[in-house]
């Protein structure tokens, strides 16, 4: 297929190479035109996926999308409500497209965007992908670091009935399983990051403030994941009023990883120790917490509230971040204008389906 990537930074990159290895002919865009510098014509690619593979760089989003038979979205989520609105502009009438991962309720938004462009009858659905297929590091320009190719990743879509095709998409692309979710909500909700990363970053801020070199899998010890678990719980409660379940951290890590299922701080332990010291984060502005607070945890809360759920323990560690970052990481633009209390209905039709 004729596969867009839009977002250049290092999953976009190590998804782009991927699909190139299995015969897709890619084209890459950098919103910001800065991931795509250095790009010649392709990218080197090392670790689970090797070679120097043909990629074609788009100077912009409407070239980016022409003639393409299919896009993935693989930008920050923080980056959604400035890029959504303009994807929304110019995705072409029954163009499907993959967000991964589909944090909060990203695939929901566009499909509000994309309404009020007018007919939904040319509208394609919008894949929401649990987890992103690849986790990778760029190491220069024009070469990309492909640490894991994942198993299997959850694959929902907007509206629901399309899962199964939106998952055959993802598939036949990046060649993981696809387990249909059943819901774009199951899939907004399901990426470990958020827990594992906010309770990372709790439990390290002085080594990220000090700029310190540190593993992240081997600091993540028992104490450490005894917070994550309790994380998971909250999660696993509201994931349960919605109906849709979530994969536990073990479930995650070894999909991710291929290591054993085991007790997650022995699962994180193997990974160090086959994978080597992973660096954790080593400046404030980090991912950890500017994208997987808000978009993460905090998304968390918002649902809840709506379906009258506690959530003590991930309202306790976003507001120990709050203080430690010492700013307000609840913000979210993506859920302006939407009521948590009717979220099962507008994910099973889509804005302006039904």
Do not use: K
């Not at 929901?108 to 297929?133: N, Q, S």
């Not at 607070?293 to 709050?322: C, D, N, S």
């Amino acid at each position: 297929m004729r596969l867009s990537v839009l977002g250049a930074g290092a999953v976009g990159p190590a998804a782009a190479v991927l699909a190139a290895s299995r015969g897709h002919a890619v084209t890459i865009w950098s919103p910001s035109g800065r991931g795509t510098a250095g790009i010649e014509g392709g990218m080197e690619a090392e670790g689970a996926v090797r070679g120097w593979f043909p990629l074609r760089v788009a100077a912009g989003l409407a070239e980016a999308l022409d003639d393409a038979e299919a896009a993935l979205l693989a930008v920050p989520a923080y980056a959604f409500p400035d890029l959504l609105p303009r994807i929304a502009r110019a995705l072409p009438p029954g163009l499907p497209l993959l967000i991964a991962p589909a944090a909060s309720l990203a695939p929901l938004a566009l499909d509000g965007l994309l309404a009020a462009r007018g007919a939904p009858a040319v509208r394609a659905a919008i894949g929401a992908m649990a987890t992103t297929p690849v986790t990778a590091r760029r190491r220069a320009p024009g070469r990309v670091f492909v640490a894991t190719v994942r198993a299997a990743v959850d694959v929902a879509a907007v509206p629901s009935a399309a899962a199964a095709s939106m998952g055959a998409l993802a598939t036949a692309l990046f060649g993981h399983a696809s387990p249909a979710a059943p819901s774009a909500l199951g899939a907004g909700i399901a990426n470990a990051n958020p827990i594992i990363h906010a309770v990372l970053a709790l439990t390290n801020v002085t080594r990220i403030e000090r700029a310190e070199e540190w593993p992240q899998y081997g600091l993540m010890t028992p104490a450490a994941c005894r917070m994550m678990e309790a994380l998971a719980r909250e999660r696993a409660a509201l994931a349960a009023l919605f109906g849709t379940p979530v994969l536990d951290l073990e479930e995650s890590l070894h999909r991710a990883n291929g290591v054993p299922l085991g007790p997650l701080a022995e699962m994180a332990a193997r990974i160090a120790e086959t994978r080597g010291a992973v660096a954790g984060p080593a400046a404030m502005e980090t991912r950890y917490v500017t994208e997987d607070v808000p978009y993460g945890l905090a998304f968390y809360l918002w649902l809840a509230r709506g379906q009258g759920l506690a959530m003590p323990v991930t309202e306790a560690v976003v507001t120990a971040l709050e203080a430690l970052w010492g700013r307000d990481l609840r913000r979210n633009p993506l859920l302006d204008g939407l009521d948590p209390g009717a979220i099962a209905e507008a994910l099973d039709a889509g804005y302006g389906r039904g």
